[in-house]
Protein backbone atom coordinates (compact mmCIF):
# COMPACT_ATOMS: atom_id res chain seq x y z
CA UNK A 1 0.00 0.00 0.00
CA UNK A 2 2.98 2.18 1.03
CA UNK A 3 4.47 1.39 -1.98
CA UNK A 4 1.25 2.10 -4.26
CA UNK A 5 1.01 5.57 -1.86
CA UNK A 6 4.53 6.44 -2.95
CA UNK A 7 3.93 5.92 -6.86
CA UNK A 8 0.81 8.22 -6.97
CA UNK A 9 2.38 10.64 -4.89
CA UNK A 10 5.57 10.96 -7.49
CA UNK A 11 2.90 10.27 -10.32
CA UNK A 12 0.98 13.91 -8.93
CA UNK A 13 3.97 15.88 -8.60
CA UNK A 14 5.73 14.25 -12.36
CA UNK A 15 2.05 15.76 -13.41
CA UNK A 16 2.74 19.51 -11.95
CA UNK A 17 5.59 19.71 -13.37
CA UNK A 18 4.52 18.89 -17.17
CA UNK A 19 1.76 20.63 -16.61
CA UNK A 20 4.12 24.17 -15.65
CA UNK A 21 6.23 23.03 -18.57
CA UNK A 22 3.27 23.18 -21.20
CA UNK A 23 2.45 26.64 -19.83
CA UNK A 24 5.87 28.00 -19.98
CA UNK A 25 5.67 26.49 -23.97
CA UNK A 26 2.53 28.27 -24.29
CA UNK A 27 3.53 31.55 -22.89
CA UNK A 28 6.81 31.80 -24.92
CA UNK A 29 4.66 30.70 -28.29
CA UNK A 30 2.77 33.91 -27.11
CA UNK A 31 5.93 36.22 -26.44
CA UNK A 32 7.44 34.98 -29.80
CA UNK A 33 4.34 35.80 -31.71
CA UNK A 34 3.78 38.80 -30.37
CA UNK A 35 7.41 39.43 -31.04
CA UNK A 36 7.16 38.47 -34.37
CA UNK A 37 4.07 40.94 -34.70
CA UNK A 38 6.60 43.78 -33.88
CA UNK A 39 9.27 43.16 -35.72
CA UNK A 40 7.01 42.86 -38.93
CA UNK A 41 5.66 46.31 -37.61
CA UNK A 42 8.88 48.20 -37.05
CA UNK A 43 9.86 47.03 -40.68
CA UNK A 44 6.98 48.76 -41.85
CA UNK A 45 6.51 52.03 -39.55
CA UNK A 46 7.42 52.04 -35.81
CA UNK A 47 5.59 50.48 -33.36
CA UNK A 48 3.56 51.98 -30.58
CA UNK A 49 3.87 51.06 -27.28
CA UNK A 50 0.84 53.11 -25.43
CA UNK A 51 -0.19 52.26 -22.12
CA UNK A 52 -3.20 50.78 -23.77
CA UNK A 53 -1.04 47.87 -25.56
CA UNK A 54 0.85 46.97 -22.24
CA UNK A 55 -1.85 46.59 -20.53
CA UNK A 56 -4.10 44.85 -22.96
CA UNK A 57 -0.09 42.72 -23.17
CA UNK A 58 -0.18 41.83 -19.21
CA UNK A 59 -4.15 41.41 -19.17
CA UNK A 60 -4.07 38.84 -21.90
CA UNK A 61 -0.93 37.05 -21.04
CA UNK A 62 -2.98 33.85 -22.90
CA UNK A 63 -3.93 35.96 -25.98
CA UNK A 64 -2.67 34.25 -29.12
CA UNK A 65 -4.03 37.82 -31.25
CA UNK A 66 -7.64 37.92 -30.50
CA UNK A 67 -9.65 40.12 -32.48
CA UNK A 68 -10.04 43.22 -29.66
CA UNK A 69 -5.90 43.33 -29.02
CA UNK A 70 -5.54 43.79 -32.89
CA UNK A 71 -8.00 46.39 -33.26
CA UNK A 72 -6.64 48.33 -30.60
CA UNK A 73 -3.09 47.92 -31.87
CA UNK A 74 -3.51 49.00 -35.71
CA UNK A 75 -5.05 51.70 -34.67
CA UNK A 76 -2.31 52.90 -32.17
CA UNK A 77 -0.16 51.90 -35.15
CA UNK A 78 -1.79 54.29 -37.90
CA UNK A 79 -2.15 57.11 -35.27
CA UNK A 80 1.61 56.84 -34.99
CA UNK A 81 2.52 55.99 -38.26
CA UNK A 82 0.83 58.91 -39.95
CA UNK A 83 2.50 61.70 -37.80
CA UNK A 84 5.81 60.33 -38.52
CA UNK A 85 5.13 59.69 -42.43
CA UNK A 86 4.06 63.88 -42.42
CA UNK A 87 7.42 65.08 -41.11
CA UNK A 88 9.87 64.19 -43.53
CA UNK A 89 7.77 66.07 -46.33
CA UNK A 90 7.85 69.68 -43.82
CA UNK A 91 11.79 69.60 -44.16
CA UNK A 92 13.51 72.32 -46.17
CA UNK A 93 16.44 70.12 -47.22
CA UNK A 94 15.11 70.29 -50.72
CA UNK A 95 15.22 74.10 -50.67
CA UNK A 96 19.25 74.19 -50.67
CA UNK A 97 21.35 74.49 -53.60
CA UNK A 98 25.46 74.77 -53.82
CA UNK A 99 27.48 77.01 -56.19
CA UNK A 100 30.07 74.87 -57.57
CA UNK A 101 33.44 75.67 -59.66
CA UNK A 102 32.74 75.82 -63.22
CA UNK A 103 34.57 74.08 -65.78
CA UNK A 104 37.66 76.71 -66.54
CA UNK A 105 39.19 74.70 -69.98
CA UNK A 106 41.05 72.44 -70.53
CA UNK A 107 44.23 73.68 -69.57
CA UNK A 108 43.39 74.99 -66.72
CA UNK A 109 42.94 72.71 -63.55
CA UNK A 110 42.34 75.17 -60.60
CA UNK A 111 42.28 78.81 -60.17
CA UNK A 112 42.27 81.48 -57.53
CA UNK A 113 39.06 83.00 -55.89
CA UNK A 114 39.77 86.48 -56.41
CA UNK A 115 36.87 87.89 -54.60
CA UNK A 116 33.34 87.56 -53.72
CA UNK A 117 30.87 89.75 -55.22
CA UNK A 118 28.39 89.28 -52.92
CA UNK A 119 27.85 88.75 -49.05
CA UNK A 120 26.17 86.01 -46.78
CA UNK A 121 22.58 87.18 -46.24
CA UNK A 122 22.51 88.85 -49.75
CA UNK A 123 19.43 87.74 -52.48
CA UNK A 124 20.79 86.73 -55.88
CA UNK A 125 19.16 85.64 -58.95
CA UNK A 126 19.87 83.23 -61.13
CA UNK A 127 22.75 82.63 -63.20
CA UNK A 128 23.97 85.77 -61.35
CA UNK A 129 27.53 86.45 -60.47
CA UNK A 130 28.50 85.67 -56.94
CA UNK A 131 32.38 85.70 -56.94
CA UNK A 132 35.63 85.78 -59.37
CA UNK A 133 38.04 82.95 -59.67
CA UNK A 134 41.56 84.25 -61.29
CA UNK A 135 43.36 81.78 -63.57
CA UNK A 136 46.87 81.81 -65.61
CA UNK A 137 44.68 83.47 -68.35
CA UNK A 138 41.24 84.89 -67.37
CA UNK A 139 39.09 85.70 -64.85
CA UNK A 140 36.14 83.47 -64.62
CA UNK A 141 32.78 84.15 -62.72
CA UNK A 142 30.86 81.72 -60.35
CA UNK A 143 27.54 81.64 -60.69
CA UNK A 144 24.55 81.21 -58.86
CA UNK A 145 22.33 78.30 -59.48
CA UNK A 146 19.10 78.97 -58.64
CA UNK A 147 17.45 82.03 -57.09
CA UNK A 148 17.30 82.43 -53.32
CA UNK A 149 19.72 84.04 -50.36
CA UNK A 150 23.27 83.75 -49.90
CA UNK A 151 23.39 81.51 -46.66
CA UNK A 152 27.36 80.91 -46.55
CA UNK A 153 30.80 80.66 -48.24
CA UNK A 154 32.64 77.67 -48.17
CA UNK A 155 35.46 79.36 -49.05
CA UNK A 156 37.86 82.19 -48.60
CA UNK A 157 39.33 84.55 -51.00
CA UNK A 158 42.70 83.47 -52.15
CA UNK A 159 42.18 79.68 -51.84
CA UNK A 160 42.39 77.92 -54.60
CA UNK A 161 39.68 76.04 -55.98
CA UNK A 162 39.52 73.46 -58.51
CA UNK A 163 36.14 72.83 -61.09
CA UNK A 164 33.70 71.13 -59.06
CA UNK A 165 34.92 72.74 -55.22
CA UNK A 166 31.18 74.24 -53.35
CA UNK A 167 32.22 77.43 -52.96
CA UNK A 168 28.77 78.67 -51.26
CA UNK A 169 25.35 77.50 -50.01
CA UNK A 170 22.16 79.19 -51.46
CA UNK A 171 18.57 78.83 -49.74
CA UNK A 172 15.89 79.25 -51.78
CA UNK A 173 13.27 79.41 -49.34
CA UNK A 174 15.76 82.07 -46.82
CA UNK A 175 13.18 84.27 -47.22
CA UNK A 176 10.19 82.22 -45.33
CA UNK A 177 12.80 80.85 -42.61
CA UNK A 178 13.71 84.60 -41.64
CA UNK A 179 10.24 85.44 -41.12
CA UNK A 180 8.95 82.47 -39.70
CA UNK A 181 12.14 81.19 -36.90
CA UNK A 182 14.36 84.78 -37.30
CA UNK A 183 16.21 83.43 -33.56
CA UNK A 184 17.45 80.60 -35.11
CA UNK A 185 19.38 82.22 -38.43
CA UNK A 186 21.20 84.77 -35.80
CA UNK A 187 22.68 81.93 -33.88
CA UNK A 188 24.24 80.00 -37.93
CA UNK A 189 25.08 83.99 -38.50
CA UNK A 190 26.75 84.31 -35.58
CA UNK A 191 28.48 81.09 -35.48
CA UNK A 192 30.55 81.48 -38.51
CA UNK A 193 31.77 85.26 -37.30
CA UNK A 194 34.06 84.15 -35.02
CA UNK A 195 35.95 81.89 -36.78
CA UNK A 196 37.37 84.66 -38.89
CA UNK A 197 38.52 86.51 -36.19
CA UNK A 198 40.09 83.68 -34.89
CA UNK A 199 42.22 83.33 -38.00
CA UNK A 200 42.84 86.75 -38.54
CA UNK A 201 45.10 87.42 -35.44
CA UNK A 202 46.94 83.96 -36.13
CA UNK A 203 48.12 85.45 -39.76
CA UNK A 204 48.71 89.22 -38.04
CA UNK A 205 50.54 87.91 -35.05
CA UNK A 206 53.78 86.76 -37.14
CA UNK A 207 53.50 90.65 -39.17
CA UNK A 208 53.86 91.70 -35.67
CA UNK A 209 56.54 89.34 -34.72
CA UNK A 210 58.27 90.35 -37.38
CA UNK A 211 58.76 94.31 -37.48
CA UNK A 212 60.49 93.98 -34.12
CA UNK A 213 63.03 91.82 -36.16
CA UNK A 214 62.82 94.73 -39.17
CA UNK A 215 63.10 97.20 -36.68
CA UNK A 216 66.23 96.45 -34.99
CA UNK A 217 68.78 98.39 -37.54
CA UNK A 218 71.80 98.56 -34.85
CA UNK A 219 73.79 95.93 -37.03
CA UNK A 220 73.41 97.51 -40.39
CA UNK A 221 74.49 101.22 -38.37
CA UNK A 222 77.78 99.53 -37.30
CA UNK A 223 78.43 98.18 -40.98
CA UNK A 224 77.28 101.46 -42.37
CA UNK A 225 81.04 102.41 -42.65
CA UNK A 226 81.64 99.91 -45.17
CA UNK A 227 78.62 99.29 -46.76
CA UNK A 228 75.75 100.98 -48.04
CA UNK A 229 73.01 102.13 -46.18
CA UNK A 230 69.58 100.37 -47.42
CA UNK A 231 66.41 101.56 -46.85
CA UNK A 232 64.45 100.34 -43.32
CA UNK A 233 62.38 97.05 -44.38
CA UNK A 234 59.93 98.72 -42.73
CA UNK A 235 58.97 101.02 -45.97
CA UNK A 236 58.97 97.99 -47.88
CA UNK A 237 55.50 96.22 -48.60
CA UNK A 238 55.28 92.01 -49.99
CA UNK A 239 52.62 91.53 -52.14
CA UNK A 240 51.54 88.08 -53.60
CA UNK A 241 51.90 87.85 -57.26
CA UNK A 242 48.71 87.14 -59.28
CA UNK A 243 47.94 83.93 -61.03
CA UNK A 244 48.43 85.99 -64.44
CA UNK A 245 51.16 87.71 -63.66
CA UNK A 246 52.98 84.46 -62.16
CA UNK A 247 51.71 82.72 -65.58
CA UNK A 248 53.02 85.85 -67.78
CA UNK A 249 56.50 85.62 -66.08
CA UNK A 250 56.76 82.35 -66.68
CA UNK A 251 56.10 82.01 -70.43
CA UNK A 252 58.42 85.23 -71.19
CA UNK A 253 61.27 83.42 -69.37
CA UNK A 254 60.41 80.13 -70.90
CA UNK A 255 60.43 81.77 -74.22
CA UNK A 256 64.38 83.09 -73.58
CA UNK A 257 65.47 80.09 -72.43
CA UNK A 258 63.79 77.70 -75.29
CA UNK A 259 64.28 80.42 -78.61
CA UNK A 260 67.32 81.91 -80.33
CA UNK A 261 65.66 85.42 -80.18
CA UNK A 262 67.17 87.82 -82.91
CA UNK A 263 65.48 90.97 -83.38
CA UNK A 264 66.01 93.31 -86.79
CA UNK A 265 64.98 96.96 -87.06
CA UNK A 266 63.79 98.97 -89.51
CA UNK A 267 61.54 102.38 -90.11
CA UNK A 268 58.42 103.45 -91.61
CA UNK A 269 57.36 106.68 -93.38
CA UNK A 270 54.17 106.86 -92.03
CA UNK A 271 52.47 109.99 -93.94
CA UNK A 272 50.62 107.78 -96.89
CA UNK A 273 48.72 105.67 -94.12
CA UNK A 274 47.85 108.45 -91.93
CA UNK A 275 46.72 110.52 -95.05
CA UNK A 276 44.24 107.37 -96.03
CA UNK A 277 43.03 107.39 -92.68
CA UNK A 278 42.32 111.33 -92.72
CA UNK A 279 40.59 111.13 -96.00
CA UNK A 280 38.14 108.31 -95.51
CA UNK A 281 37.81 108.16 -91.91
CA UNK A 282 34.03 110.00 -91.67
CA UNK A 283 32.75 107.80 -94.51
CA UNK A 284 34.64 104.60 -92.91
CA UNK A 285 33.02 105.49 -89.70
CA UNK A 286 29.44 106.24 -91.17
CA UNK A 287 29.31 102.99 -93.32
CA UNK A 288 30.77 100.74 -90.60
CA UNK A 289 30.22 101.94 -87.45
CA UNK A 290 33.62 101.67 -85.95
CA UNK A 291 37.11 104.34 -86.50
CA UNK A 292 39.34 103.53 -88.93
CA UNK A 293 42.87 102.85 -87.28
CA UNK A 294 45.94 102.46 -87.68
CA UNK A 295 46.65 99.00 -86.37
CA UNK A 296 44.02 97.42 -88.93
CA UNK A 297 46.71 98.81 -91.87
CA UNK A 298 49.69 96.58 -90.02
CA UNK A 299 47.63 93.73 -89.48
CA UNK A 300 46.77 93.78 -93.42
CA UNK A 301 50.32 94.76 -93.86
CA UNK A 302 51.68 91.21 -91.45
CA UNK A 303 49.29 89.19 -93.59
CA UNK A 304 50.47 90.05 -96.91
CA UNK A 305 54.07 89.78 -94.94
CA UNK A 306 53.47 86.14 -93.70
CA UNK A 307 51.88 84.91 -97.34
CA UNK A 308 55.40 86.10 -98.67
CA UNK A 309 57.46 84.76 -95.96
CA UNK A 310 55.10 81.49 -94.58
CA UNK A 311 58.29 80.49 -92.39
CA UNK A 312 58.03 83.04 -90.02
CA UNK A 313 54.26 81.87 -89.94
CA UNK A 314 55.91 78.22 -88.91
CA UNK A 315 57.06 76.77 -85.66
CA UNK A 316 59.71 73.87 -84.71
CA UNK A 317 57.84 71.02 -83.53
CA UNK A 318 60.23 68.65 -82.01
CA UNK A 319 62.66 67.26 -84.91
CA UNK A 320 59.33 68.68 -87.54
CA UNK A 321 58.80 71.90 -88.83
CA UNK A 322 55.04 72.51 -88.78
CA UNK A 323 53.82 75.35 -92.02
CA UNK A 324 50.60 76.74 -90.86
CA UNK A 325 48.32 77.26 -94.07
CA UNK A 326 46.22 79.87 -92.25
CA UNK A 327 46.91 83.25 -90.74
CA UNK A 328 45.71 83.65 -86.99
CA UNK A 329 47.26 86.89 -85.36
CA UNK A 330 47.68 87.55 -82.04
CA UNK A 331 47.24 91.21 -80.81
CA UNK A 332 49.16 91.92 -77.08
CA UNK A 333 46.21 93.95 -74.90
CA UNK A 334 47.70 95.49 -71.35
CA UNK A 335 45.40 95.07 -69.31
CA UNK A 336 45.13 96.35 -65.03
CA UNK A 337 45.24 92.22 -63.94
CA UNK A 338 48.57 91.66 -66.83
CA UNK A 339 49.40 91.22 -70.26
CA UNK A 340 46.58 88.80 -72.38
CA UNK A 341 46.88 88.26 -75.84
CA UNK A 342 43.45 87.30 -77.65
CA UNK A 343 43.20 86.26 -81.11
CA UNK A 344 42.04 87.80 -84.67
CA UNK A 345 41.42 84.27 -86.28
CA UNK A 346 41.54 83.95 -90.15
CA UNK A 347 42.95 87.70 -89.98
CA UNK A 348 43.90 86.99 -94.30
CA UNK A 349 39.98 86.61 -95.00
CA UNK A 350 39.05 89.99 -93.12
CA UNK A 351 38.88 93.48 -94.76
CA UNK A 352 40.03 96.47 -92.73
CA UNK A 353 36.07 96.77 -91.14
CA UNK A 354 35.88 93.34 -90.04
CA UNK A 355 39.75 93.35 -88.72
CA UNK A 356 38.79 97.24 -86.68
CA UNK A 357 35.42 95.78 -84.57
CA UNK A 358 37.14 92.80 -83.81
CA UNK A 359 40.27 94.48 -82.54
CA UNK A 360 37.76 96.71 -80.53
CA UNK A 361 36.23 93.63 -79.10
CA UNK A 362 38.86 91.69 -77.85
CA UNK A 363 39.97 94.92 -76.44
CA UNK A 364 36.43 95.44 -74.35
CA UNK A 365 36.51 92.32 -73.18
CA UNK A 366 40.11 91.80 -72.19
CA UNK A 367 39.70 95.43 -70.48
CA UNK A 368 36.79 94.01 -68.61
CA UNK A 369 37.83 91.04 -67.56
CA UNK A 370 35.22 89.12 -69.79
CA UNK A 371 37.65 87.44 -72.30
CA UNK A 372 37.31 83.87 -72.70
CA UNK A 373 39.92 81.18 -73.19
CA UNK A 374 39.16 80.00 -76.80
CA UNK A 375 39.75 84.03 -77.73
CA UNK A 376 42.93 83.89 -76.77
CA UNK A 377 44.05 79.85 -77.78
CA UNK A 378 46.30 79.54 -80.96
CA UNK A 379 47.70 82.47 -82.81
CA UNK A 380 50.46 82.56 -84.93
CA UNK A 381 52.18 85.54 -85.17
CA UNK A 382 51.74 88.36 -82.34
CA UNK A 383 51.79 92.18 -83.05
CA UNK A 384 52.22 94.36 -80.11
CA UNK A 385 51.71 98.03 -80.27
CA UNK A 386 53.62 99.87 -77.41
CA UNK A 387 53.14 102.76 -78.69
CA UNK A 388 50.17 103.69 -77.45
CA UNK A 389 52.14 104.08 -74.36
CA UNK A 390 54.77 106.27 -75.82
CA UNK A 391 57.87 103.48 -76.33
CA UNK A 392 59.83 104.72 -79.02
CA UNK A 393 61.55 101.56 -79.67
CA UNK A 394 61.82 97.98 -77.83
CA UNK A 395 62.86 94.63 -78.43
CA UNK A 396 59.89 92.19 -77.91
CA UNK A 397 59.90 88.67 -76.99
CA UNK A 398 58.35 85.66 -78.93
CA UNK A 399 54.36 84.23 -77.73
CA UNK A 400 55.08 81.02 -77.44
CA UNK A 401 54.69 78.68 -79.86
CA UNK A 402 55.42 80.82 -81.87
CA UNK A 403 58.22 82.05 -83.71
CA UNK A 404 58.10 85.81 -84.46
CA UNK A 405 56.11 88.68 -82.97
CA UNK A 406 56.42 92.60 -84.67
CA UNK A 407 56.48 95.25 -82.60
CA UNK A 408 55.05 99.03 -83.16
CA UNK A 409 56.26 101.91 -81.72
CA UNK A 410 55.23 105.76 -81.05
CA UNK A 411 55.07 108.22 -84.21
CA UNK A 412 57.20 111.21 -83.92
CA UNK A 413 58.54 113.30 -86.49
CA UNK A 414 61.74 113.36 -87.65
CA UNK A 415 64.25 114.64 -90.44
CA UNK A 416 64.39 112.82 -93.46
CA UNK A 417 65.61 113.01 -96.46
CA UNK A 418 62.98 113.23 -99.21
CA UNK A 419 63.59 113.70 -103.34
CA UNK A 420 66.58 115.19 -102.55
CA UNK A 421 65.86 117.63 -99.55
CA UNK A 422 65.22 117.61 -95.64
CA UNK A 423 61.68 117.65 -94.72
CA UNK A 424 59.32 116.62 -91.47
CA UNK A 425 58.34 113.26 -91.49
CA UNK A 426 56.16 110.92 -89.05
CA UNK A 427 58.13 108.36 -88.74
CA UNK A 428 57.39 104.76 -86.33
CA UNK A 429 60.46 102.60 -85.78
CA UNK A 430 59.51 98.76 -86.44
CA UNK A 431 61.11 95.49 -84.76
CA UNK A 432 61.12 91.98 -85.13
CA UNK A 433 61.45 89.33 -82.76
CA UNK A 434 62.09 85.51 -84.64
CA UNK A 435 63.04 82.60 -83.54
CA UNK A 436 66.83 82.27 -85.23
CA UNK A 437 66.42 78.13 -85.02
CA UNK A 438 63.84 78.32 -87.69
CA UNK A 439 64.58 81.61 -89.46
CA UNK A 440 67.02 83.11 -91.11
CA UNK A 441 68.23 86.90 -91.31
CA UNK A 442 67.30 86.88 -94.97
CA UNK A 443 63.77 85.99 -94.23
CA UNK A 444 63.27 87.78 -91.38
CA UNK A 445 64.69 91.12 -93.05
CA UNK A 446 62.52 90.42 -96.42
CA UNK A 447 59.55 89.89 -93.71
CA UNK A 448 60.52 93.55 -92.11
CA UNK A 449 60.84 95.70 -95.77
CA UNK A 450 57.59 94.09 -96.94
CA UNK A 451 55.75 95.20 -94.02
CA UNK A 452 57.39 98.60 -94.83
CA UNK A 453 56.83 98.87 -98.31
CA UNK A 454 52.60 98.47 -97.38
CA UNK A 455 52.47 100.61 -94.70
CA UNK A 456 54.08 103.23 -96.72
CA UNK A 457 52.01 102.57 -99.80
CA UNK A 458 48.68 100.82 -99.18
CA UNK A 459 47.71 100.82 -102.82
CA UNK A 460 50.05 97.83 -103.34
CA UNK A 461 47.29 95.60 -101.49
CA UNK A 462 45.23 96.67 -103.80
CA UNK A 463 47.23 95.54 -107.18
CA UNK A 464 48.70 92.51 -104.95
CA UNK A 465 52.54 93.82 -105.55
Excluded at 272 to 287: C, G, I, P, T, V
Excluded at 383 to 391: H, K, L, P
Aim: proline fraction near 7%; hydrophobic fraction near 35%.
Amino acid sequence: MMLRAVIRRASTRGSSPSSGLGKSLQSSRVAASSQSFHSLSATETPVPRGSHARSCCFHHRSCTGCSECSRTVLSSFQGTALQRWVRPFSSDSGDVVEAVVPHMGESITDGTLANFLKKPGDRVEADEAIAQIETDKVTIDIASPASGVIQEFLVKEGDTVEPGNKVAIISKSADAVSHVAPSEKTPEKAAPKPSPPAEEPKVESPKVAEKPKASSPPPPTKQSAKEPQLPPKDRERRVPMTRLRKRVATRLKDSQNTFALLTTFNEVDMTNLMKLRSQYKDAFFEKHGVKLGLMSGFIKAAVSALQHQPVVNAVIDGDDIIYRDYVDISIAVGTSKGLVVPVIRGADKMNFADIEKTINSLAKKANEGTISIDEMAGGSFTVSNGGVYGSLISTPIINPPQSAILGMHSIVQRPMVVGGSVVPRPMMYVALTYDHRLIDGREAVYFLRRIKDVVEDPQRLLLDI
